[in-house]
């Protein structure tokens, strides 16, 4: 069990759509270090889901953007990778890939990105390979053409996290 404060019976007498608002309510930037830890310790929390919450992970996946977006990078890694191993859809999969490279796991994130890539033919997964095939110094490997469009997976190459990490839609 996580020191957090809380327990699985966190969310107990609370819908999901509460839930989901009070996430969509926190801001980007907690000035106060104990705030701060509370927002941390509620979305690391292992809490039940609340009432209503279909378990397709959408709970999960915001409380993994939020981290994010907090600057708990470590944390959605974690929470992101406790969800389902391996992720059971391409989305669960890319968050849990980004969240391991915004933390600085670059071996993690090119062992989830070998998985993905297995399962799944998009530009995103096979950009992702490519990076991943460079850095292990794979003959023949070759990096895909347009760094500047791969937000946080340009960072397996060894560029520097990108003002906005999130890669640009293709």
Not at 6 to 34: G, K, N, Y
Not at 48 to 72: C, F, H, S, T, Y
Not at 86 to 96: F, K, L, Q, S, T
Not at 123 to 138: P, T
Request: charged share 30%.
């Amino acid at each position: 069990m996580r020191d957090t404060g809380f327990d699985r019976r966190t969310w107990q007498d609370t819908s999901a759509d509460v839930v989901h608002q009070l996430m969509e309510r926190l801001p980007d930037r907690i000035e106060s270090a104990s705030e701060h830890r509370l927002a941390r310790n509620l979305l690391i929390s292992i809490a039940d889901g609340p009432q209503g919450d279909d378990g397709r992970d959408a709970l999960l996946a915001r409380r993994v953007e939020v981290l994010i977006r907090l600057g708990n990078s470590g944390d959605a890694a974690a929470l992101a990778r406790a969800a389902q191993n391996p992720p059971r859809d391409e989305a669960g999969a890319r968050r849990e890939i980004e969240a391991e490279l915004l933390a600085g796991n670059m071996e993690m994130a090119c062992i989830d990105l070998r998985a993905l890539a297995e399962r799944s033919s998009t530009q995103w997964a096979q950009d992702g390979l490519a990076l991943c095939k460079v850095r292990a110094g794979e003959p023949g490997a070759m990096p895909p053409p347009d760094m500047g469009r791969l937000g946080a997976r340009a960072r397996i190459g060894g560029a520097p996290l990108p003002d906005d990490p999130r890669p640009v839609s293709r």
